[in-house]
């Protein structure tokens, strides 16, 4: 019998705050319908297992658990940061990596002086 990883899980800390992304791996499905960890199988059931491709987690992942609250000036940009450096939406991340999004309010402290 195989062993199957139902959900690829990474820790991570988003703006400071502790969070635990996941995602499915492994779909096991039952008369059509995808079954939870929870649901329970008997003997005779017939069932399909289906293995996605084991992608790592990138850093618009964390999107998916957070909302960014984005400031009224339409100018004002941004910045992403991993471990305190200047990264991208497709960047990698791995467990305990400490992610950000800075707002970058100097236009509009241009525009008031």
Do not use: A, C
Request: net charge negative.
């Amino acid at each position: 019998m195989n062993d199957y990883v139902l959900k690829q899980s990474v820790p991570v800390f988003f703006n400071g705050k502790k969070i635990n992304l996941s995602k499915t791996v492994t779909e096991i499905q039952k008369d059509g319908r995808t079954l939870s960890e929870d649901d329970s199988l008997f003997d005779g059931d017939s069932i399909t297992i289906s293995e996605k491709v084991n992608e790592p987690f990138i850093f618009q992942d964390v999107f998916k658990y957070v909302e960014i609250e984005k400031p009224d000036n339409p100018s004002v940009r941004f910045k992403l940061l991993r471990n305190e450096k200047e990264t991208t939406f497709f960047e990698e991340i791995h467990p305990g990596d400490k992610l950000e999004i800075v707002w970058d309010h100097r236009d509009e402290e241009e525009q008031i002086h």
